[in-house]
């Protein structure tokens, strides 16, 4: 069974920042890739980036430059911090790992707002 924690989402006014955290077990945490992916109100789900297990990243079209995302050994999970965030950055982000199919987070919802 593959349980995905995430935590650190929250309201922010734009320009602002959040680090969302997703905690996976050791076994997930060495052995697959993991990333994030998220999905707006009436839109379909988008990728966000994704780290490989040797600290590799790949980012979205939208995304380099402001996000950044990270590996943390000591505490198996994968850290997206998030700079310079815009209204339209609005949405609920799912951590995934990469199995032979996705597994995903239950979601963290991210507001910018004013």
């Known amino acids: 069974q593959v349980q995905l924690v995430e935590s650190g989402g929250g309201s922010v006014p734009p320009g602002g920042s959040l680090k969302l955290s997703c905690a996976a077990s050791?076994?997930?945490?060495?052995?697959?890739?993991m990333g994030w992916y998220r999905q707006a109100p009436g839109k379909q789900r988008e990728f966000v980036a994704t780290?490989?297990?040797?600290?590799?990243?790949q980012y979205g079209d939208s995304f380099e430059g402001r996000f950044t995302i990270s590996r943390d050994n000591s505490k198996n999970a994968v850290n997206l911090q998030m700079d310079s965030l815009k209204v339209e950055d609005t949405a609920v982000y799912y951590c995934v790992a990469l199995l032979d199919i996705n597994y995903y987070g239950q979601g963290t919802q991210v507001t910018v707002s004013s």
């Open positions: 780290i490989a297990i040797g600290g590799e990243p």
């Open positions: 050791k076994h997930i945490f060495s052995h697959y890739a």
